[in-house]
């Protein structure tokens, strides 16, 4: 077994999942036989090799920090599922 | 079948300035056609008829007043994982069933500035992930070829659409294939182009450093037409990159000389077992095809091949569930009822929002990225990507483009690897490199097999060199003389 039911729970709470007993066997044997094959990167060396992350060489592009209104207040809580006001509701953070 | 979504978008362009034919009547027929044939194919989550012909109306008005412009009044079909504003945008998840977008992708932007229509929203795999359109919330597409199979995936809505006649082209997405796996399996043409050529303002994220917004439409002209307005640096993607767009209709003028001398790799580790031999065969015919016509055809070797798709299942995976940290059910999109505090809200929303893929591959990513498994598995796959991209550097040394098949099989039934997520993932085998290194691809249909369904090729080219791979693909489709192509469903 590559990953434990327990690894895959602590996984889905990472993740903000959660998933049903059933979930959870399925995705089991699915999740190990992924895992274990992508084992297969093991069998190279690469020991010196700088990652990519970002295959087109770029620099980072600066732009001169000025306001610019892109959408209105009322444009960004249009698909709000709770909103009172000009607010995001949610239930209590602390 | 109407004579008007015969003609290709150039066409329909051409005579539409020509004043042929009109706007409305062009737009008429494209519903009508939608109205008939989808409920069949099951390639439109979105059909905006209204929107449609007004949009018509305003098209019509500037090609009236001499204003004219390539897209003007041609129906397009979107794949509905780019925003458009004021239109349901799904990404076909539950999480964003009910989204609407306030603003434009900048690719859906520049299409409106030349008064294009837009018929409506194309399904797709959930978020993107997925080689079938299966992983759709909503239903699956089908084969316009053959209804007991796949059309392909992610852009499958998109490819079926343009292959039933059923918009005149459309634009679809690429993360590890999900343009020209499914251009292939519908016989239609599809281009990923390099990374960062087109802008990914309005795209919904997927693997933030190998997505890219492209054409899917009924053959080269169309591609060319395409990209003549989608490429091109776009302040709002800082991944765009701001080089010189050339005129690719122009650049396929002189396609026949091009041809002559022109180096054509085949790596021999994308000629093996396993592959269907029509595929094979068929693929092996049209190289034939363009080395009678002058090219050079070199044997060239792409050694980390078999490293690609255990490379890409840890990298893409890693972005996703970074990207898709955002559905959280706070600002907008799903959110689930019956929760009792703030993290239960989050894993509802989340749990009952996504589905089984998409929980996958977050699952995968989070996993990789976590503490202690980071440098196993993501860091280690992005080291295999860079011995991946000089692969390709090596290569374009000794030639000016790749050639080779774009999946193993052609289009496989519905519902046949459902079971075995890795089977999936392992169909992706010709196509994730080119995602990997974020060099452009091209795929477009070569022939039909003996079962009656179509069979790709893919063109892989240099950075920043579509222009190459539309050149080389025009002279193959000119030569091939493969005839209009039309898919079973349309024989009835």
Sequence with gaps: ?94 | MSELTELTAYELSKKLKAKEISCEEVTKAYIEQIEQIDPLVKSYLTVTKDIAFEQAKKAQERIDSGNWMPFTGVPLGIKDVLCTKGVRTTCASKMLENFIPPYDATVIERLKAQEAVFLGKLNMDEFAMGSSTENSAFFPTHNPWDLERVPGGSSGGSAAAVSARLCAASLGSDTGGSIRQPASHCGVVGMKPTYGRVSRFGLVAFASSLDQVGPICRDITDCAMLMNVIAGHDTKDSTSVDFPVPDYLEAIKDADSFIKGLRIGLPKEYFVSGVDKEVEDSVRASIDKLSELGAEIIEISLPHTEYAIATYYLIAPAEACSNLSRYDGVKYGFRAKGYENLSEMYKLTRAQGFGPEVKRRIMIGTYALSAGYYDAYYKKASQVRTLIIKDFKEAFNNCDVIATPVTPTPAFKLGEKLDDPLQMYLSDIFTISVNLAGIPGLSMPCAISSKGLPIGIQFMSDYFKEDVLLKVGYVLEQNLKMGRRIPKVLLK
Excluded at chain 1, 18 to 36: A, G, P, V
Excluded at chain 1, 43 to 48: I, P, Q, V
């Design chain 1, 1 to 94: 077994m590559k990953i434990t039911i327990e690894e895959i729970k602590h996984v889905a709470d990472l993740a903000r999942l959660t998933f049903s007993e059933e979930e959870l066997k399925s995705f089991s044997q699915q999740l190990n036989d992924i895992l274990t094959y992508v084992d297969k990167l093991g069998e190279l060396d690469t020991s010196g090799i700088e990652p990519t992350f970002h295959a087109v060489e770029l620099d980072t592009p600066y732009k001169s920090d000025e306001v610019h209104q892109v959408i209105t207040t009322q444009e960004s809580l249009s698909n709000a599922p709770e909103r009172e006001e000009d607010f995001f509701v949610v239930p209590r953070v602390i």
